[in-house]
């Protein structure tokens, strides 16, 4: 028989008597005594609260999640262990709902569960503002609607309105700054209309470089309240190709009626920046003759003989109406062509008067 280890025994008497005095949540005295052991003091709980062991590794104390059987509450930050390297839930177990009243910062991407089939906010939930340096839609179409059953639709290389002829670029107080565009093209039975505000006007970006229409796709009718101005020569008429001094065009013209003094301009033109050849000419009709005469003259500056003014008409008792002169003239650069009246008379007549360039 062997010998008795006495110590030994009372080992495994204290191991045996460890005792759970009590073990209760809420605002109870949780207690746990080991008999013949050093004493661990649990310490007063609180309500719901789930325990944790502080820092001393002594004591259990509240943590910062309690539990009240419908949600687990945090009153601290929750924190992964690892940078990057945890999730949320999973492919099979996914949360319902997260709501947030803060900023959701992502260092990553926000992706869809499956491609095309969910929605950013709802119909009666929208984002109130979405700040972002890229919108693009990968397949399919862009659709940008504002409400309405009219809206805008982009594809891969179209921007349209869903219905024809109902939304506009623009308003007449909100208007975009420029517009830069290869083509301008409007539908079939459609105007185009060109509104430019008073004392505005139309060009070109560039001088004498752009032209309006071409040769296979020509315009077929311009009206002009105004003049033609022209630094160079037309080359086509009627389809008749000219030679010379190329097509006539009327820069100047007026006419005048029940007149009973002279006129110092009927009609008047300044020459451009080149010499010009004109025809001039005019016509005085008389309504009532009582003495005198009346004389229609152009006055201008020739090419080299300097002022010039001849009389293309005249109004006399003793001469009958006969139409007017037409005379050829060689008007120098940047001076002035202009119809008169002039004389001594005591009548009541009517005048026409044109300037006709051809060079």
């Known amino acids: 028989m062997g ?12 191991r045996r008597e460890f005792l759970l005095i009590g073990l209760a949540g809420g605002a109870g005295l949780i207690a746990l005594a080991a008999l013949g052991t050093t004493k661990k003091e649990i310490g007063n709980g609180t309500l719901n609260k789930i325990p944790k062991w502080t820092p001393n590794a002594q004591t259990l104390g509240n943590s910062a999640f309690s539990d009240d059987g419908v949600s687990i509450i945090s009153s601290e930050s ?9 999730a949320i839930g999973n492919q099979t177990m996914k949360w319902g709902t997260i709501w947030l009243n803060g900023v959701l910062n992502i260092g990553g991407d926000i992706s869809p569960a499956t491609n095309t089939s969910q929605n950013c906010g709802t119909a009666t939930n929208n984002w109130a503002t979405v700040f972002t340096q890229n919108l693009r839609a990968s397949a399919g179409t862009f659709n940008f609607n504002i409400g309405g059953t009219n809206y805008l639709q982009l594809d891969s290389s179209q921007l349209y309105s869903t219905t024809d002829l109902q939304l506009s670029i623009g308003t007449a ?9 290869p083509r301008i093209q409007v539908g079939a039975s459609k105007d185009l209309e060109l509104t430019v505000p008073s004392g505005n006007i139309v060009f070109p970006t560039n001088d004498t470089v752009n032209d309006f229409g071409n040769s296979t ?6 009206y002009l309240n ?6 160079n020569i037309i ?3 009627n ?3 000219t030679a010379g001094f190329g097509v006539p065009i009327i820069v100047a013209e007026g006419d005048s009626i029940g007149n009973t003094g002279t006129i110092t301009s009927v009609c008047a033109y300044t020459v451009g920046a080149s010499n010009g050849v004109f025809k001039v000419g005019g016509d005085i009709d008389v309504t009532a003759f009582t003495s005198g005469a009346i004389n229609l003259q152009v006055t201008y500056t020739d090419w080299n003989s300097g002022a010039q003014t001849i ?3 005249i109004s006399a008792l003793a001469v009958a109406d006969t139409p007017g002169n037409e005379v050829t003239i060689m008007a120098k650069a940047s001076t002035s062509i202009t119809i008169k009246t002039t004389g001594t008379f005591t009548a009541t007549y009517n005048v026409a008067a044109t300037i006709v360039q051809y060079k």
């Open 226 to 231: 105004r003049n033609l101005i022209m630094d």
């Open 3 to 14: 010998r008795f280890d006495g110590s030994k025994f009372a080992e495994n008497k204290r």
């Open 311 to 313: 009389t293309i008409d």
């Open 173 to 181: 107080t909100h208007r975009f700054a420029n517009v830069f565009t």
């Open 78 to 86: 929750i924190v992964p262990s690892v940078n990057g390297g945890l």
């Open 239 to 241: 389809g008749i190709t």
């Open 217 to 222: 796709h020509r315009f077929r009718d311009l």
């Open 235 to 237: 080359s086509k008429y």
